[in-house]
């Protein structure tokens, strides 16, 4: 439904029915110029269709933790099933690369991406260092100039989908988190790829009216301190009626109303000194906000939310605490059921370290708004995301530098023991046979000799699946839509162990190969390095 | 011109012959939520057509400096020029808000923004906190939902700006600075703006071929390690011919010459011990990359750049040194004149610090390529603009918060000093006199009632200048080409005192109001504040 929206709003793209990229400045030119360089030099070497395989992982997880959950793919598959460079792209080429030969520009336009295949993690998924989250198998050419568009697409929605579910994990479920960072993200694509992941990661709504059209997240958003002072006083009200909410009788003068109610409010015992001056103007945005929004109305005090406020500075731990007293007065003092409980929103430069401080210190926030430091993982602002080559023709590669890649294509699984839980993911050549429930199985250490550990798993899962099967025969995963996405997201968030989670000094998961994957790196790894001479 | 290839690439917009938005994402619905419910809520007061102004500008600038560069201008204006809701984004802000009368969506659909007026400081600018870098005047509806696409296209511009230009000033004038964040950067609109304000900022060139087509920008690369590792063996290169770049005569068997010359290098006396093993797999690849390109070959040496090296790992400055002292000796050893002095590109998470240590160390890198810590703004990956109501209905408008906002509609200048470096910004209220050239004025600080200095300028420059003349009659600055914003940039850059621009302890850059703008301040202030009652 989501890809049939977007579908919608760009246009239906030519791949298969998928449509193209979300953003149209998605293209095959949005790529570094060496893929390009690189694909000649191939194509000038007669090497150019050698079947070469390339892992994209990553090697560190973000912001401290011990997790991270895989997004983007759906943009990647959009972006291959629609591969194809247009003749003014080309010519952009040949004024780009003057010296090469014209049949290099003939085989660029006849590529497309019916010979690629991609094996992924579905999208949502909790993912570990070192696994691929896609194996990405074809013409070596094809497969170069797919590695920036790719990393592009995957390193910030990975990042962001994670920082907002790190966000729900230290917010707790029963909270509304709402995104409200367009203004501060890295650029429009940013701020829209931001409200996507981030109500993937977990988050519940976002302010950006875009994202909502374009993905069908709820969107939500009532006034600024801007709407507060552009009124002078009371008299800036011109129509001062209300309509009941089922239309049967009508207040002529809402003005009144409110006013009559403050002095009440002034006057009531158990409110007594609550109350000193009230600014008219402010009193004059509210009250013309609620004539607006008679039904959803929301405050912002320093700025006020359906009915509720929205504290945007100050201790927000103390505020909310006396605003809820408050609430509860007034329901007490007047009978009004239910006034106790109205909404607190928070905002003003959240992030996790200040909500897990609100929750030390106690609080009485429903709601926090989360901005900058969300969108922009202010943390850490990248996740290190790379394309490796692991085998060309059938022939295993290694890249042997500060961190070695793990060669050959691979399958993956995941190992679950008794209590549910996941315990070990672990990589095998690609034709050993899968792990079976009940069998003891020896899982290694890529690189550490002594690091291994005996598995009798309870379930395996294999982690990648098929969503573009190319020359082979294989069935196409669907592309599931934003909805399920973010509850299979946080249905794997609740599978996982939970001191693989939390904040502090969390437990690193387990990634491991098979004995027979480690031997052969090894001797891959002893063929490769050279042997040093001290002098 | 810059524009124009844009216009062509995106087709041309409808405003006054400017082009629309380079981003197609960009259009009136990437804004939040409560931009519409307050238009709606100014509609309903009947309070939509009050005339407002507001102040975009910043409270602090990035990365611990003194300074800052202002990115993001044109995009602002390419937005408003062709400000129209469609009947498809009306239909959904329907549906988004659907307790709003059918008057004010009819009232949305004929908003433009032919009475919005904007004064900025021209695009590439050095600015500073406090001053305003746009000033936005219109019907207060209308300008609320220009507010967070203005923020949006600003805050990342102006922060890689002065990113990319910090870069440049510990790099010095002499290097070639590449960016190459593509891959890393925050969503592909990220990429894109990066690529384009780094070159503003300084950069030379990119690695992104799309920004290189968007822009003009010049476009870099060569080749990556999987390019170095898909090749086995000297026995891959099938097409061994080179021809003589006139074409005057041809090399047979090239792999051979490679190979004949490696043997001569490997005996020469003044080279003994340098050599050890040849890998011959990334022998291969470095002979097939020159085949391909025999006229700009750069190597990858953990990878090798026309002629060159790029080194992507180890300790760059001590191998940069080594490399330089065998280029020198083999232009010594063979008579190669010129060979001494062959390009060495250094890449590896690059940033401000690396380049200030390798600058330390002592070093032999002629050009650097700086991708994640660039254009992700790693060392603070969010600028805090703002966007705040200063006047309505020609009524002053104050926000008090730990952040006062200065109120008024005003004129900004710069005072220069005998020595030609800018002495201090000042903001007037818009009918005071403007600042004239040897005539001395006093200059107070907005807030702190002790600081305040006569100057007497030498040169008086009026920031900002009308960039969309709405119901004025001012003429229209022109959007210059991102090569003369850039020019602009250095040039400006050039002209601040050093003290102000250095790395450590810069020494802040003073801004001002005059003393009539400073009294009405501190009049509104009293007014609005209220005293406090200690209990």
Same mark, same amino acid.
């Given at each position: ?61 973000p ?81 170069q100039?797919?590695e920036?568009?790719?990393l ?10 994670t ?6 994990l ?119 906000y ?11 005090v ?10 945007d ?70 996740l290190?995301?790379v ?24 399958r ?24 079976? !429930?009940? #069998?003891? /199985?020896? %899982?290694?250490? *890529?690189?550490?000799? +002594? ?5 009798? &798993?309870?379930? !395996?899962? #294999?982690? /990648?699946? %098929?969503?573009? *099967?190319?020359?082979? +025969? ?5 592309? &599931? ?7 299979? %997201? ?46």
């Open positions: 439904m989501a890809a049939a929206a977007a579908a919608a709003a760009n246009g239906a793209g030519g791949g298969g029915g998928v449509p193209r990229p979300t953003n149209p400045m998605v293209t095959p030119l949005l790529t570094d110029l060496y893929q390009f360089t690189m694909a000649y030099a191939y194509w000038k070497a007669g090497k150019h269709l050698d079947r070469a395989v390339f892992d994209l992982y990553f090697r560190k997880n912001f401290g933790g011990e997790f991270t959950i895989f997004g983007g793919l759906e943009e990647c598959i959009r972006f291959i099933a629609n591969f194809k460079l247009t003749d003014t792209e080309i010519t952009f080429l040949r004024s780009a690369m003057p010296t090469c030969e014209d049949g290099f520009f003939e085989y660029l336009s006849s590529i497309d991406c019916s010979d690629v295949e991609v094996y992924a993690i579905p999208e949502g998924s909790v993912v570990f260092p070192k696994v691929p989250l896609m194996i990405i198998e074809g013409p070596v050419a094809v497969i100039l797919l920036t568009p790719f592009s697409l995957v390193n910030y929605a990975s990042l962001v989908t920082n907002a579910a790190r966000h729900r230290v917010a707790g479920k029963s909270k509304n988190l709402l995104e409200f960072g367009l203004r501060r993200a890295q650029g429009p694509d940013g701020g829209i790829s931001a409200s996507r992941y981030c109500y993937m990661g977990g988050f519940d709504a976002t302010s950006n009216v875009a994202a909502g059209r374009l993905f069908g997240i709820p969107i939500r958003g009532t006034h600024s301190h801007a709407f507060v002072s552009s009124f002078m006083g009371l008299d800036d009200i011109i129509d001062r009626t209300l309509a009941s909410s089922d239309g049967s009788n009508k207040c002529e003068d809402f003005v009144s109303l409110v006013q009559n109610w403050l002095a009440r409010i002034k006057d009531a015992g158990s409110l007594r000194g609550t109350f000193r001056e009230t600014n008219l103007s402010e009193l004059a945005a509210f009250t013309s609620a004539l607006a929004f008679p039904n959803s109305f929301l405050a912002l320093d700025t006020y939310d359906a009915a509720g406020i929205r504290l500075s100050g201790d927000l731990a103390y505020l909310s605490v006396e605003t809820r007293k408050f609430f509860r007065a007034i329901e007490e003092e007047f009978g009004f059921i239910g006034f106790g409980k109205m909404n607190i929103t928070a905002s003003n430069d959240l992030n996790e370290e200040t909500i897990d401080a609100l929750n030390k210190q106690g609080h009485e926030v429903d709601a926090f708004g989360i901005g900058t430091y969300l969108v922009t993982c202010y943390a850490q602002a990248a290190g995301c394309f490796k080559l692991v085998e060309i023709n059938k022939q295993p590669r290694i890249k042997l530098s500060e961190d070695v890649s793990i060669p050959c294509k691979k993956c699984y995941r190992l679950f023991g008794k209590e549910g839980y996941p315990l070990v993911d672990i990589m095998t050549g690609e034709d050993e046979p899968a792990p079976k !429930v009940g #069998e003891r /199985l020896l %899982c290694r250490h *890529p690189f550490n000799e +002594s690091k291994r550990a005996y598995v009798v &798993p309870q379930h !395996v899962e #294999e982690l /990648l699946k %098929c969503y573009w *099967p190319g020359t082979t +025969s294989e069935p196409r995963e669907e592309l &599931p839509s934003i909805n399920e996405i973010r509850s299979r %997201c946080m249905g794997y968030l609740d599978r996982m162990r939970p001191d693989h989670m939390r904040r502090l000094n969390p437990t690193p998961y387990k990634v491991s190969v098979s004995a027979k994957l480690y031997d052969f790196i090894h001797f891959l790894w002893l063929n490769e390095a050279p042997v040093g001479e001290l002098q």
